[in-house]
C-alpha cells in the first residue's frame, strides 16, 4: 500500500484472504465487490503483494522491491486489465494477450496475478475467451475481478469465482483516510457532496466540493423558503465553467437526505397530516427528476431552462 494509509475497513476482507491463503484454499478466480470507492484496485494490489513480497513473516511489507513494483504497476508478474484510452470496454485481444502471458513461468515468487478494474467493462466476448482460464487455470495463478456492480458480469463468469465483499468506510473512516492521505480539509464536506468513496477523491480538490454542498443547500432551503428565485439560481449553476453535472450529483444527494429526515419525522410522530405527506411526494418528485436530468444531461438540452424547471418544482409556490 505504498503511499496511502492502510484503509481500516480492509480489515475483515483482509482476514479472510490470510486464511485462504493459509489454509491453501485461495481460489484462482476473485470477484472483488467493492461498494464504490471503496478501494477494490489497492485492495487486489494488496493480495498480489501479499502473494510477491519478500519479507515472509510480515507480507506485505509495502516498501521491498517487488510490493512497490506491484503499487507502481510494474510487477512482471502482475497484469492490470481496464479498458484502453477512447474505450469503455476491455476487449477480447487484451484476454487473449493475458492469457499467453499467463502461460509463462512467473518471474519472482510463483504466482502470476491478473487484475481486471472494472471487471464488468469486460466485453461479452472478452468474457467468453477468459471463461476457459477460470474453469482450469495454470498452476499459481489469481485472477482478480474488481467491480462494484457484480450484477453486470457475465453469469458464466460470475460462476467460476469465489466471492469476496469489500465493504465501503463509515463516513468518519473515509475522512480520517482522506486526511491522512492528503492532509487536512474539509473531508466529510466533500465525501458528503459527492456521495462516493474515499478512492474517489484521492485526487479531488476538498474546498470546493465542500462549497458546492454548502452552496446547493444554502439555494435550495432559500428556493424552497421563497427568498430566492429559480431563473437566477439556474443561471449560475449553468454558467460556463461551473461544473453542472457535479452540482446535480450533490442536488441529488440533498433531495435523498430530505427524504430520509422528512420519513423519520413522520415515523417518530405519527404526523400522517396532509402538509407532511405533500411534502414528501413533492420530494420523491423532485429526485425522480433530478435523476432523469442527469441521465439525459449529455444530450443538447437547454441546460438553463432544464435546471430552471427542475428547480421550479421545490419553490414556493
Ligand atoms: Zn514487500
Known amino acids: 500500500m505504498s503511499g496511502l494509509p492502510a484503509p481500516a475497513w480492509f480489515e475483515a476482507a483482509q482476514r479472510e484472504i490470510r486464511a485462504a491463503l493459509a489454509g491453501d484454499r485461495l481460489a484462482h478466480g476473485i470477484l ?17 503483494q501479499l502473494l510477491s513480497c519478500r519479507e515472509t513473516e510480515r507480507a506485505p511489507c509495502g516498501e521491498c522491491r517487488e510490493c512497490r513494483w506491484v503499487a507502481a504497476d510494474q510487477h512482471p508478474d502482475v497484469t492490470r486489465l481496464a479498458p484502453l484510452e477512447d ?34 467493462a469486460l466485453y461479452p466476448n472478452a468474457a467468453n475467451s477468459l471463461l476457459k482460464t477460470l474453469e482450469e ?15 453486470r458480469l457475465m453469469a458464466t463468469v460470475r460462476s467460476r469465482c469465489s466471492r469476496i465483499r469489500l465493504k465501503g468506510p463509515t463516513a468518519a473512516e473515509a475522512a480520517t ?23 474517489s477523491l484521492l485526487d479531488a480538490d476538498p474546498e470546493s466540493l465542500a462549497k458546492l454542498r454548502n452552496e446547493t443547500i444554502q439555494a435550495m432551503n432559500e428556493i424552497g423558503a421563497g427568498k430566492l428565485q429559480p ?9 460556463k465553467g461551473a461544473d453542472i453535472a457535479a452540482r446535480l450529483a450533490c442536488l441529488e444527494i440533498w433531495v435523498t437526505e430530505r427524504i430520509l ?20 411526494c413533492r420530494l420523491f418528485e423532485l429526485s425522480d427528476a433530478v435523476r432523469e436530468m442527469r441521465k439525459q444531461f449529455q444530450t443538447s438540452i437547454n441546460k438553463t431552462m432544464a435546471v430552471e424547471s427542475l428547480l421550479w418544482r421545490w419553490a414556493r409556490q
Not at 146 to 151: D, N, Y
Request: hydrophobic content about 45%.
Open 87 to 120: 474505450s469503455n470496454y476491455i476487449v477480447v485481444d487484451q484476454v487473449r494477450e493475458l492469457i499467453a502471458e499467463l502461460a509463462l513461468t512467473a518471474h519472482g515468487r510463483g504466482y502470476k496475478v491478473a487484475i481486471f478494474t472494472p471487471a464488468d
Open 231 to 239: 431563473p437566477g439560481v439556474a443561471e449560475r449553476w449553468t454558467a
Open 261 to 280: 429526515e422528512s420519513a423519520a419525522i413522520r415515523d417518530v410522530t405519527h404526523l400522517s397530516g396532509a402538509g407532511g405527506a405533500s411534502k414528501i
Open 177 to 199: 483516510f482522506l486526511e491522512a492521505a492528503r492532509g487536512p480539509g474539509p473531508w466529510a464536506e466533500a465525501l458528503a457532496a459527492t456521495g462516493g468513496g474515499p478512492f
Open 32 to 48: 472483488i465487490h467493492e461498494d464504490a470507492g471503496a478501494g477494490g484496485l489497492a485492495f487486489a494490489r494488496w493480495i498480489a
Open 137 to 151: 487455470p495454470p498452476r499459481r495463478t489469481l485472477m482478480l475481478l474488481v467491480t462494484s456492480q457484480p450484477a
